[in-house]
């Protein structure tokens, strides 16, 4: 057999638990609320290749996010945006430096790269020193910074004017500003891609929007980033499905604002009612719930009770992320856990 290159050879495939649930509260999805599924599938032409510069749906995401369409590549998901950014950029042996924990996909993409992912530490309460980041780059002078903004697993939040003191400071690395969750309430950098010309910020419609399936994500940077990168990606790389779909949720995108105010007001009452339960919980911007319990086996229990969380743990403690569903999904996470508690 041959092998994989060395720097990937070892890696494990991303997990994803495929057993049959209820209700699934693991992957940071939310409900669809934007399209008529039955509509799916009319007016494709299945034929032909799709836009591959997804005029349309770019025009619409520079709409909604607030900057031109030269601003914006879209891709099969954000994920694939922060993938052709660090693979575009990073010589074997670059670093890359972000904080952990974080979004797992950045070490992965990196080993792909060759890259090695510098991690500093977060605080006991999962906030971050942004000062650190900036001490750490000058230090080390990674070719990627990466800030996951509010940050997954944890939720936890940079105020936008800490992002900027970083982006003041960190001129010599491209800075990845993966604002997945930035929908659910915080205060976006895009406004900022013209003014720092190493901002590459990431977006994405499968959290906020509801569209997971669809895999519909962009990077948003200054046009001379865009058009470098724009070198790299592969052609038709958004089939056309999704930007189609994608372009008739952002039609929509009024809807979002009153979906977000209601995830956070449902994110409060279960953060509340899991403290009830002796977790420890800490404070989440996001669509999810970053815990800590002294039970060790909460994500087996609620499993076996077809609901679906993320286990997390680190060291000998056992972390839990929770994406906040529906009322009922909440109600029914919380029975379940007064039963085995
Ligand atoms: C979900 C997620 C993404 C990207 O999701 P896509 O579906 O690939 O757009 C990116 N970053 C973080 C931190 C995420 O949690």
């Not at 032909?48 to 900057?67: E, F, N, W």
């Not at 002294?294 to 993320?310: M, T």
Request: charged share 25%; glycine share 4%.
């Amino acid at each position: 057999m041959i092998e994989l290159k060395r720097s990937v050879r070892n890696l494990k495939p991303y997990f994803v638990n495929q057993v049959p649930y209820r209700v699934k509260m693991d992957a940071n999805e939310t409900k669809n609320y934007l399209l008529d599924q039955e509509a799916l599938f009319e007016k494709i032409e299945a034929n032909i290749y799709p836009d591959s510069d997804a005029t349309v749906l770019r025009q619409k995401m520079a709409d909604y996010y607030g900057c031109g369409q030269n601003n914006i590549m879209v891709g099969n998901g954000s994920s694939d945006m922060i993938n052709l950014v660090i693979n575009g950029f990073c010589e074997t042996d670059d670093s890359v430096l972000s904080f952990t924990p974080s979004f797992s996909m950045y070490e992965t993409y990196c080993d792909m790269a060759g890259a090695r992912l510098v991690k500093l530490g977060s605080n006991g309460d999962f906030s971050v020193e942004l000062d650190e980041l900036i001490d750490k780059a000058r230090e080390i002078m990674p070719k990627i910074v990466i800030i996951c903004n509010p940050n997954n697993p944890t939720g936890y939040y940079i105020e936008k004017k800490d992002v900027i003191r970083a982006l003041d400071q960190i001129k010599d690395s491209i800075i990845i500003l993966d604002e997945a969750y930035i929908d659910f309430g915080g205060e976006s950098c895009v406004d900022l891609v013209d003014q720092y010309e190493n901002l590459i910020v990431m977006r994405t419609l499968s959290k906020a929007f509801g569209l997971a399936a669809l895999r519909v994500g962009c990077m948003i940077t200054n046009e001379a980033m865009v058009n470098k990168l724009w070198a790299i990606k592969s052609p038709y790389n958004l089939n056309a499905i999704s930007q189609y779909y994608g372009t008739m949720a952002l039609d929509r995108s009024s809807e979002v604002t009153a979906f977000v105010e209601e995830i956070a007001i449902h994110r409060e009452k279960l953060a509340a009612k899991l403290k009830a339960l002796d977790f420890e919980v800490y404070p989440s911007k996001a669509n999810f719930i970053f815990v800590k319990h002294n039970r060790h086996d909460l994500f087996e229990q609620l499993c076996e009770r077809g609901i679906l969380i993320r286990k997390m743990p680190m060291g000998q403690v056992s972390y839990y992320r929770i994406s906040v569903g529906t009322l009922e999904e909440n109600e029914i996470l919380i029975k379940e856990l007064e039963e085995i508690l």
